[in-house]
């Protein structure tokens, strides 16, 4: 059940992230606002399942497994956005 609840949220974290690239790089959109989402949502949940899983095995406690679900996935995202703008210039 935790895995559906942190992968929902990393949806919405996806959501807004992508809905911020916009806001962020003003009409400098090469994958479009589709691709724009779908690269968010997608580097979000990846991101978030691999803190998810590999902060824990690395030793680290519950909080900091959460804050880095909390933190990680969001930067990501619009550090992954970002590299794919400047790949496209």
Request: glycine content about 12%; overall charge positive.
């Amino acid at each position: 059940m935790d895995i559906l609840i942190l992968v929902l949220a990393m949806i919405v974290v996806g959501l807004i992230v992508g809905y911020a690239a916009g806001l962020i790089w003003k009409g400098n959109r090469p994958i479009g606002v589709q691709g724009d989402y779908l690269v968010a949502v997608v580097a979000a949940i990846v991101i978030g399942l691999i803190d998810y899983y590999v902060i824990p095995a690395m030793g680290f406690s519950e909080t900091m497994k959460w804050l880095g679900v909390a933190m990680e996935p969001l930067i990501g995202a619009l550090l992954i956005l970002w590299l794919i703008r400047y790949a496209k210039k």
